[in-house]
């Protein structure tokens, strides 16, 4: 038990369907991240929210629209996704979002097949 | 590309033995440093972290090593167990004035032998 909660665990979706991924942290924390894994690939950093505020897209596609209601909890809205889009889609958060030794703590991911 | 690498993508080592898994990084400023392991199907998940002050921290069985000099980190499990088989990836994180954003390795695959 991390205390982030990702749901759906495993997600299968078509390429005009519409879907969401939810997070939610028990920490306390002020910031929150998406990151994508993909096979033999490094973590890939998607989106960053900061006190609700996002403060950072890594030129993510618009096929993905991050929403912030509130420091505990992170969606990530998918819409007309490619096949390429499969992948693990990580949520992270973290006391605050820069300064050092400021551990992020994953939650367990939701696996997404996009068909 | 990324500037956290791995010397081996895997790592065979025999139940009780110690492994130590390698980690360069490239940027010479950065400040932090974080182990994380990922079982199969499930999400990383922190083991130790240190910052750039220090070359050497202990936790419960886990060693990390940091060679500023050379840009080099090492994760060393002491005694290793079938249950620490997982990937094993470091990240570093460079100075807020260099974006200060948590840059990851592919990893490397430890594979425990009973």
């Known amino acids: 038990e991390t205390g982030v909660t990702q749901t759906p665990r495993h997600l299968v979706m078509g390429m005009t369907n519409k879907k969401s991924l939810k997070c939610e942290q028990h920490?306390?924390?002020?910031?929150m991240y998406w990151y994508k894994q993909s096979a033999k690939k490094p973590l890939e950093l998607m989106f960053v929210?900061?006190?609700?505020?996002?403060?950072e897209n890594n030129s993510v596609p618009s096929r993905f629209s991050p929403e912030c209601p509130n420091s505990s909890h992170l969606f990530l809205h998918l819409h007309t996704l490619q096949p390429e889009d499969s992948a693990l889609y990580l949520c992270?958060?973290?006391?605050?979002?820069?300064?050092?030794?400021?551990?992020?703590?994953f939650g367990e991911g939701s696996w997404l097949t996009v068909v | 590309g990324e500037s956290v690498g791995l010397h081996l993508p895997t790592l065979s080592v025999q139940e009780g033995d110690n492994s130590i898994i390698n980690c360069a990084y490239s940027?010479?400023?950065?400040?932090?440093f974080i182990w994380y392991k990922q079982e199969s199907g499930k999400g990383p998940q922190f083991i130790i972290d240190?910052?750039?002050?220090?070359d050497k921290r202990q936790g419960q069985r886990v060693t990390v090593l940091l060679n500023k000099t050379v840009k080099h980190l090492s994760l060393q499990i002491a005694a290793t167990q079938p249950g620490d088989s997982a990937v094993y990836f470091c990240?570093?994180?460079?100075?807020?004035?260099?974006?200060?954003?948590?840059?990851f390795g592919q990893g490397t695959e430890l594979s425990v032998k009973p």
């Open positions: 990240a570093e994180k460079p100075p807020y004035n260099q974006g200060g954003k948590l840059i």
């Open positions: 920490l306390g924390h002020n910031a």
């Open positions: 940027n010479s400023a950065s400040d932090y």
């Open positions: 992270a958060s973290s006391r605050d979002r820069n300064p050092s030794g400021n551990t992020i703590y």
């Open positions: 240190i910052r750039s002050n220090m």
């Open positions: 929210y900061s006190l609700e505020e996002r403060v």
